[in-house]
């Protein structure tokens, strides 16, 4: 039964990246595009919640099922996995705050897909209110509340405009590893504020099943097949210019598409991620950004 309630957590997230990533159904008049809506970050953690918390009352046979035989005394192992499944149901709890659940970081929906995704212009809706980019591509999401694009011909746009370093950021909605990055090392403060205040942040989902308008849809010069979502365009703008098909990779370049260090993957030590960010910013020159 506690395997079983572990499954059930465990198909609960991948379900939430099913959800994430959404349907993408066109048929006759009737069209699906986008996520689904259904398990949000609020919603996932109730239910988890709902989920360890019964694994508890098992343990400590309040809840029985009809294999089962009456507990007479519980045993130190049960008394403590109990104490270990209240204890984590208590943890999830400051999540469906804004909490950022360091400790099981990458499982639940990322922050900004929470009940108020694409209703606010701040915050979790991951906008960027400070931007400004005639016919700016809509914003899918931003991480911790940060400012981005998720277009990376608006981010230059942008660069340009505010004369900064773009840092770009290929990630994917069932990345896991994008969001342990973004949990345990983008919330660190020194970290966060590098990002926020000195970079132009570019979010890039590989996995975006969006189509492009169709004169935009190419065959990729590196691969041969035909680039028809703003996903494959990504994806393939990250294996022809860095060479890399994995995610995360973080590029910081100028606003001619130069690096100013060379890209990195994942890296959850804080301080050797803050030095990268820290050597893209020192070799960042403010006139390479200046539109002439």
Not at 111 to 140: C, D, H, M, Q, R
Not at 165 to 179: A, E, H, K, L, Q
Not at 215 to 220: L, W
Request: proline fraction near 5%; hydrophobic fraction near 40%.
């Amino acid at each position: 039964v506690v395997f079983g309630l572990f499954e059930l957590a465990f198909a609960l997230k991948f379900l939430s990246t099913a959800d994430l990533v959404g349907l993408h159904i066109k048929f006759l008049h009737f069209h699906i595009n986008g996520p689904i809506g259904i398990l949000k970050r609020e919603i996932f953690l109730v239910l988890w919640i709902i989920i360890f918390i019964i694994m508890g009352f098992y343990l400590l046979g309040r809840i029985k099922f009809h294999h089962d035989s009456d507990i007479k005394h519980v045993s130190v192992t049960r008394l403590l996995l109990a104490i270990l499944a209240f204890s984590f149901s208590l943890y999830l709890v400051p999540g469906l705050f804004g909490a950022p659940l360091k400790l099981i970081g990458g499982f639940p929906p990322p922050s900004f897909y929470s009940e108020g995704w694409g209703l606010s212009e701040s915050g979790t809706s991951g906008s960027n209110t400070s931007v400004t980019v005639p016919g700016a591509k809509k914003k899918i999401g931003c991480p911790l509340g940060l400012n981005c694009f998720n277009d990376y011909d608006e981010a230059v746009t942008y660069a340009k405009q505010v004369n900064k370093p773009i840092m770009i950021d290929f990630t994917g909605f069932s990345c896991v590893n994008c969001r342990k990055m973004e949990v345990n090392v983008w919330s660190d403060p020194k970290v966060l504020a590098i990002i926020k205040n000195d970079y132009v942040l570019v979010s890039l989902y590989v996995d975006e099943k969006n189509e492009l308008p169709t004169d935009m849809q190419i065959v990729s010069k590196s691969t041969g097949q035909k680039i028809e979502t703003y996903g494959d365009k990504w994806s393939d703008m990250e294996t022809s210019l860095f060479q890399s098909n994995t995610q995360p990779l973080y590029a910081l370049v100028n606003a001619d598409g130069s690096l100013l260090t060379p890209a990195r993957g994942y890296t959850p030590d804080i301080e050797e991620y803050t030095k990268f960010l820290q050597e893209g910013k020192n070799n960042f020159h403010p006139s390479a950004a200046v539109v002439k």
